[in-house]
């Protein structure tokens, strides 16, 4: 989430539109959001093209637009496979988590 909820409700009527960070803290919001949790983030333009480019310009990514609820959201996201503990969180905090073993 980006917006808070009643500035997302103002977005809404953008949905499908083409999205662009107002600021650097939105810009870095957005980024952890979404192109750091991306399978394709060390491999993606978006971003530089997000920066080299007005969002009027056909060339700014379409892919970084708003979504129904307001949000912006990237639709090119593929979120990356992560390895998660099968034992509590005290397991994981011990060193012992290995011994349970893995699961997707």
Not at 33 to 40: A, I, L, T
């Amino acid at each position: 989430m980006i917006f808070e909820d009643v500035d997302a409700e103002m977005n809404k009527e953008r949905a499908g539109q083409k999205y662009r960070p107002s600021n650097g803290t939105e810009g870095d919001m957005f980024m952890y959001q979404y192109c750091r949790r991306c399978r394709k983030y060390d491999n993606c333009d978006l971003v530089s093209l997000s920066i080299l480019h007005d969002v009027d310009d056909p060339e700014y990514p379409e892919e970084w637009q708003y979504g129904e609820n307001g949000q912006p959201v990237c639709t090119e996201l593929e979120k990356k496979i992560t390895l998660t503990p099968k034992g509590d969180k005290d397991d994981q905090f011990r060193g012992r988590s290995k011994r349970h073993g893995y699961k997707l």
